[in-house]
């Protein structure tokens, strides 16, 4: 479903897009590309973003790209984040975490060492950790912008995923790159 325009409060419109196994991931609706004689829409979550990382004593954080949704160890992130008095969301396409989070500053995120040797780490920040079975977890927010892309069809966002995805990402990355860089 698609809100017909700014919501009450006077935002950006919102877009509710579904992934194959039926989650749902509420999303801004930050623009609207047209090729090929469709409409794609290029969407930023509501809730923010969140990655899970397995974390080692001296080793990379090491990205876990799937979990089933009950995972247990997504059942003592829950636990965990409501102590922050935050909400796991299991979202379509990303997991996602709802509440007041506090915006990271700056100032911190360039004085922050640790990572030094680890590049993928420097584009993340650690939201909360916690131990499952004896091994460390991480919950990561994103600090580059989280893009969805999907397709308007009838008024509803349809998720663009795998060799779509693939095929009209560089035409829209293209495309944002001439509207913000006119001739």
């Known amino acids: 479903m698609r809100d017909p325009g700014p919501s009450s409060s006077g935002d950006v419109p919102t877009v509710l897009v579904r992934d194959r ?4 991931l509420l999303c801004f609706l930050e623009q609207l590309i047209p090729l090929d004689g469709e409409d794609y829409a290029l969407l930023t979550p509501v809730d923010t973003p969140v990655s899970l990382f397995r974390l080692s004593d001296g080793d990379s954080p090491e990205p876990i790209t799937t979990v089933a949704s009950s995972e247990p160890i997504l059942s003592v992130a829950d636990v965990v984040l ?31 060492e640790d990572d030094e040797d680890d590049e993928e780490m420097e584009t993340y920040e650690l939201l909360v950790s916690f131990m499952v079975d004896q091994q460390e977890y991480g919950l990561y927010i994103p600090l580059d912008p989280f893009f969805v892309v999907a397709r308007m069809v009838d008024g509803q966002a349809e998720l663009v995923e795998g060799e779509d995805f693939d095929r009209i990402q560089p035409r829209i990355e293209a495309e944002i790159e001439e509207r913000e860089w006119p001739e």
């Open 21 to 24: 196994e039926g989650r749902d």
């Open 82 to 112: 409501q102590e922050h008095d935050l909400t796991l969301v299991r979202s379509a396409v990303t997991l996602t975490v709802s509440g007041e989070l506090d915006e990271p500053d700056p100032d911190e995120l360039e004085d922050d």
